[in-house]
C-alpha cells in the first residue's frame, strides 16, 4: 500500500470530504502521467540542506517523486536528469556555491542542462497533512508542462547555474 493510500484510508475516518478531496488530486497527476514513456521522468535526485546535500534516502520522498513524475533516484552515481535541493534555513545561498562545484555536481546532466531547484516551502516532507502539496510541488518542477499549481516562485524556485 502507498503512502497516500495509507494516508486517505486514515482521513476516510474522520474527514472523508477531504480523504476524497487528495485521492481525486492524486489520482489526476497520476492519470495525467500514465500516457508517458518512461523517457519522459527524469532521473531526479533529492538533496537536503539540513544533512549538508545528502542526497535523501526516503521512501515517502521517492513515492512522492515517482507520483509527480519522476524516477527517484539517492546515488549520483546514476546521473541525475534533475536536482531538487530542500531548503532548511536562510544559509542555503551562501553553502550551495560549494556543493555545485563538486566534479561530480558539475559532471550531472542536471548541472549541465541547468535543471536544479530549490524547494523553499518550510513544511515540505514534514509529514502526512502535507502529501498532496509536496506531490503538486514536484509535478510543476518535474512536468511543467502538465502540471501548473501556482507553487513556482513561493514553494519552489529554478536555480539558474548558468
Known amino acids: 500500500m502507498t503512502k497516500y493510500q495509507e494516508i486517505i484510508d486514515s482521513l476516510k475516518k474522520h474527514n472523508p470530504a ?20 518512461q523517457d519522459n521522468f527524469p532521473k531526479t535526485i533529492v538533496l537536503n540542506q539540513q544533512t549538508n546535500f545528502e542526497p535523501m534516502q526516503d521512501a515517502i520522498i521517492e513515492e512522492k517523486v515517482k507520483v509527480a513524475g519522476g524516477q527517484f533516484i539517492s546515488h549520483w ?14 544559509s542555503l545561498y551562501s553553502h550551495i556555491a560549494d556543493m555545485l562545484n563538486n566534479p561530480i555536481v558539475t559532471a550531472s546532466s542536471a548541472y549541465q542542462q541547468n535543471n536544479i ?43 539558474d547555474v548558468k
Open 77 to 90: 552515481i546514476d546521473n541525475p536528469d534533475c536536482i531538487i535541493i530542500v531548503q532548511s534555513n536562510e
Open 18 to 37: 477531504q480523504a476524497e478531496y487528495i485521492d481525486e488530486e492524486i489520482n489526476i497527476i497520476i492519470h495525467k502521467l500514465k500516457f508517458l514513456s
Open 117 to 159: 531547484y530549490i524547494i523553499q516551502e518550510n513544511s515540505f516532507n514534514t509529514d502526512d497533512t502535507v502529501y498532496l502539496r509536496d506531490a503538486e510541488i514536484l509535478a510543476e518542477i518535474l512536468q511543467p508542462k502538465y502540471f501548473v499549481y501556482g507553487h513556482d516562485g513561493s514553494a519552489w524556485v529554478k536555480f
